[in-house]
């Protein structure tokens, strides 16, 4: 289901002070889920790897002059649960 659990874990701990993220509401929990990797923690390292890893099959951009921007050079406008870096960690409810 997540596959990065024990980093949350870890992450919750430290930044929320929450040791049992088990016992939290669901609700609460994606809502303090997809903020986590805004900390220097586990899940921002795991955030950063993987969009190093995926950084060079990332589709670029043409802009007006001759520079060219990477998929993720432009600001984050999305939800986060739509980011492909939490693909395996947040599922989404039909």
């Keep these: 289901m997540i596959n990065y659990i024990d980093d949350l874990k870890a992450d919750f701990c430290v930044f929320y002070r929450i ?3 088990m016992a939290m ?3 609460e929990f994606c809502r303090k889920a997809v903020r986590a990797s805004a900390y220097s923690g586990v899940m921002a390292a795991r955030v950063y790897e993987e969009r190093e890893r995926t950084k060079s099959t990332r589709p ?3 802009t007006s002059s001759s520079a060219r921007l990477s998929y993720r050079d432009e ?3 999305e939800a986060p649960l739509n980011d492909p870096v939490w693909a395996g960690v947040i599922e989404k409810g039909s």
Aim: charged residues 35%; glycine residues 0%.
């Design 25 to 27: 509401p669901a609700e």
């Design 75 to 77: 600001p984050v406008r």
């Design 19 to 21: 040791d049992d993220i």
């Design 60 to 62: 670029t951009v043409s």
